[in-house]
């Protein structure tokens, strides 16, 4: 079928305006030390952290997302909308405020702080602590692009499984999640990715310890104090394990 | 178990209220947007009525805005009630088998013997070969036939059938057909269809539905040999009059001019005044070109609309009559679309009924 | 400078590169100066030290450069960009605790014990080197539970009564008002952090640029920084 | 239909999850200086300034965004695969790196600085510059969710249109758009969140002037250097006008 | 324009060459997955072929792994070719009028007078009063009629019609059946259907496909009444046994026994041993219960599976046999499915042709 031809011009815009500046990064590392650079201790373990991490953020927001996505597509009652605006607020919110936000609640005299105390757990400064902030900027990504997945898959095959005597929890393993899983797919690589690149949240909510709390968009940042093109050369590394990732996780979906 | 349902759904503006008895097979006849599958999708619980009570057995599926009774809606998969809807909607991510096996598998049949059901079913609709493939990798057809099976598949108190036959080939339609008499013999359910084979092999009862309402019901042979509904003729093949008894014959405006029609008026016999329709075969009708002067009374000037092979004559149309002639007759008067001439029918081969 | 619209309305514009840390004194400093001159228009642009550093070496329309350490003010001088920089005021570290004190800390020695929630300064950024030094002169290995990127994180950390206690600049303690105590280190303990001012070498707006500086050296501008905690340059 | 009942549980969870910061921030605001703080000069400029961008850039994704969404989902290339995860990397980014690259890229000394020199247009330190960044870190979500939308939404009936001889211009205004439309809405709805919750790249790239430069999220950043509730009231203004312009889309969207 | 077609796609198993002369319309018959979709969706640039090449009067349109000549795949919407889909696929975004409109429209008329032709369309197919609704609003015959009435509108040089009449009721078939007798009298087009009535109203010519290749073609009424295909036998409801010309009388192998059927051999006379088909009609059959003897000569040993009102008649279906006989005739035999007994021909009402 014809995509129309004039749609490359703005198309290839859009990509030159994206690619370019990565090129400008690749252009400016210091190839020289990259190698040192990037296998020193200290970015190992960053980066090793990150990637438990990000993995960690992005199960609980599936586990958490799916069904929320659900609700919001497949039922409605009063204050919907308000409820799904809400939901997308961790988009908006400066991460570094989102941080903020973590700690009034999560924190030591924060609204769940005194439940948490009593249950003995301490959250902030933990790796705990980063995996929820993860969690908390990425949510809205898997929600948002999953219920948009379910609102166009629509409803009428869940209605003929219905009929065939499947009841809903059949319904929802054997058609719903089927049918949407590219959309699932590729909510989770968002997801995936906002938790990779988190910075704000984590620094102020989790701290920076390294080993423990110092994700490698942390690690970038302290480079960045010394020396610039240490960061540049880190955040490549970023960029890489994330292409990976995402090549991965497309052919997954391309599989389905 | 046994079926009663009126509902009303007014967006749609149909209102209608029909029952099935335990294991009968009814046929419901109605031209397109005449309610049929509005009435099936309140019955499988996709849509709710305005108004309206559905029974099945001694459960109440659906109860809407009756006054002193409390509402409910039992969700679909809660019903017994399976669905056949008019497009074959197979579940793309599935395989034809697992589509076929999903009903066995999902009231509690194991993996292995819903799919040993569900390869039966596809051999009895003569798909098996299928089996393997994916919804979007068979045609039209296998697929109408692959969700025939699916439905079949599935066990349900009532059985909802919105055109099985359509898009099947000549030579699978006859075949499918046997099949379903078989199985649909001891279950309870109701079919849709346009085609009359279907109703007289398949039904026990037919009802008719036009706009929304039922305009006719009774059992397959009745109907469709003495129809009171314009339709109902038209499915069965028969020609229809409508008009009002005067001393002994009914009256009828046709094309624009006012006539009698004399016939054989069936008891209960019409009041004078009251609405009647002069029912009769196009078998019983003869053409001629010029008015003829003979003992048939009944004559209705007309002209050639259309000409049909029909079984080994020549099925004449003209407006909403037909008569059927040898082809030789129509090579000697040299009928042609636009052909003026004469439909003649003897009094004696036209019934009268009563309408109410 | 570049940055504003020289000559409409005879208005001529300077653009101040500051470390956050300056917000509210240089906020203070710029307005008395229009005030005064009202011919004059004075941009801040406020973000961490080696921020602007980077800024100014991309070509960002800078006239004076003020940062909060001597370090991120070389790598500019190095590279040439300014003009040679004064020291125009110092900070001091100081231990922050949240409201109540509740780990009871009274000195220095008090962050050595374990189980508290000690936050400080990573190394590489000046608060943190500082912290370093503070504590070597008092012998102490410290651990701490994070090692911040900014003053700021650590204040955070601190005033949610998330940390027991942290280390940072006595001006910190003052700005954050009620929302954390301050417990004073001697200053034979202590460390001393110099803020480096400087013209930045291809402004268009020299003289104003040079007028803004002597401002902040001169005594009303001083006045301000003591206001706000700052110690006089030494 | 019938969602599974027990998916309300993990539904509730999630929604607490990323609703009590919320609540935590709304406790914590300083509501007697709510008002004054709000309506501060700074404060006005920042979100006048805020608004005006988010909305520039958001305007620029949708322009160039949909183009690239289009040729990705409708076209096959080699290196499609990269290039589709290339466009998603803004994402993994860091910010600060994203704002260090944009420098690297249209900076005094960047790759495109001398052809912007000659032109006599200095974009760094800018309200474009500003836009830039937004734009470039906005970028994704729309490609994301529009791509998403377009796959799911099949190419059957541009075959039909093609075959009632519409040309692909045609096409792609009268069927593929209006049927992509819910997507389009989300995607640019969390284009503009993510634009208006900006941060890193825009202080690095373009700065923090008042007036020129200095969005909500920097005026909160800096105001969080003196007074921590100061800038969390102003978050809460933050979220506000997310919230209203996210609904308005909701509606717009609903309405389609 | 004249049409040449002949393209081979692998996957589906489908090579299939045919012609459509210019103003020609042309039926393609076959049972379900013989390809006649995958034909159309060919026509249509939707697929492409593995090999192949399709030329629409000057231009060619498709020409692919043909050694020597370069790959050429004209876009749909260059073709000037339109396709009604077996699925309406209304735009769900656009009322029922804009989507008639769309074709039209698309193709150079003003909003305005494209919207009339729409109207037009509409009133032809019926459902004019419903050009303001949605398609998710209207029946499922509404939107096939609605489709047809799209597919009309466009002014194409090929026309393709998949079941233009699927899904549609009793009375309008026939309306439809006239309206496209009108309007594709002087269009070139290629129809598939499953009904023998669209294939002799409508089309000049028949191709039937089987299994992926055209296994007959040629006028109707020749191909109807003298079929050499199985498949056509069945669409023209007539019987067909399959055997091989020993001297004087077709050897058929039926029901596991071997026989001879005798008839009148039609010119080109088969050979000894060539390959022949026996073709009789069921009104040529009569039915007995045990083996009479008498002057037919041809005797079939048969069950009765089934039993089908016909016109007047009822036919009597015994496998792939079946004979028409009088309501009488049953009772009086009482025939029932499961009866054994004889179907006898006389040997003048056999046809027999040579099949290569
Ligand atoms: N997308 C596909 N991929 C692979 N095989 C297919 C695909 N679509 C159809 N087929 C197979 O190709 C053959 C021809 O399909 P086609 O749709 O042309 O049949 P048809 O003549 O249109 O049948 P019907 O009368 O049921 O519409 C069938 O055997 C079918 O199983
Ligand atoms: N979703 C809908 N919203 C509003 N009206 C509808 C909707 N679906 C159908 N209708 C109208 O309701 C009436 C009944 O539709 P229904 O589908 O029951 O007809 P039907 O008897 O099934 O016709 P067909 O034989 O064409 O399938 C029709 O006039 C149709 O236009
Ligand atoms: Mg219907
Ligand atoms: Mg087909």
Known sequence: MGVPRWLFVPALLGAAFVLLPLVAIVARTPWSRFLELITSESSREAL????????TSTLICVLLGVPM?????????????????????PLVLPPVVGGIALLYTFGRRGLLGETFELLGLQVAFSTTAVVLAQTFVAMPFLVVSLEGALRSAGRRYEAVAASLGARPTTVFRRVTLPL???????????????SLGEFGATITFAGSLQGITRTLPLEIYLRRETDAEAAVALSLVLVVVAVVVIGFARQGRSAV | MSLSFDAAVDERGVDVALDVAEGETVALLGPNGAGKSTVLSVLAGHLVPDRGRVVLGDRVLTSQGRPGERRTQVPPHDRHVSLLAQEPLLFPHLSVLDNVAFGPRSTGASRSTSRETARQWLEEVGVADLAGRRPAEISGGQ???????RALAATPSLMLLDEPMAALDVDVAPQLRQTLRRVLADRTVLLVTHDVLDALLLADRVVVLEDGAVVEQGPCAEVLSRPRSTFAARVAGLNMLRGVW???????????????????????????????VAVFGPSAVSVFLEAPHGSPRNLVEVTVSDLEPHGGQVRVRAGSLSADVSVRAVSELDLAPGTRGYFVVKASEVAVYRTR | GSGGGDGDGGTTTITVFAAASLTSSFEQIASDLEAEDDGVDVQLNFAGSSDLVAQIQEGAPADVLASADEASMDKATADGLVGTPTVFAANTLEIAVPPGNPAGITSVEDLGQDGLNLVLCAPEVPCGAAAEAVAASAGLDLSPVSEEQSVTDVLSKVATGEADAGLVYVTDVIAAGDDVEGVDIPADANAVNRYPIATVADSDEVALAQEFVDRVLARTGQDVLAGAGFAPAP
Chains 1, 4 share one sequence.
């Not at chain 1, 090793?48 to 993995?55: E, F, G, V």
């Not at chain 1, 899983?181 to 990715?193: H, R, T």
């Not at chain 2, 697929?143 to 099976?149: C, I, M, T, Y």
């Open chain 1, 48 to 55: 090793a952290l990150s990637l438990r991490t990000s993995a």
């Open chain 1, 69 to 89: 996505a659900v609700v919001l597509a497949r039922t409605s009652f009063r204050g919907q909308g308000v409820l799904r605006s809400l939901v997308l607020l």
């Open chain 1, 180 to 194: 949407v899983l590219p959309g699932l797919a590729s909510g989770a690589v968002l997801a995936f990715a906002r």
């Open chain 2, 143 to 149: 697929a109408q036939r692959a969700a025939v099976a």
């Open chain 2, 246 to 276: 005067r001393d002994g014959a009914v009256e009828v405006a046709y094309g624009g001019r006012s006539m009698r029609v004399e016939g054989i008026a069936a008891e209960p016999v019409p009041g004078e005044g009251e609405d009647a």
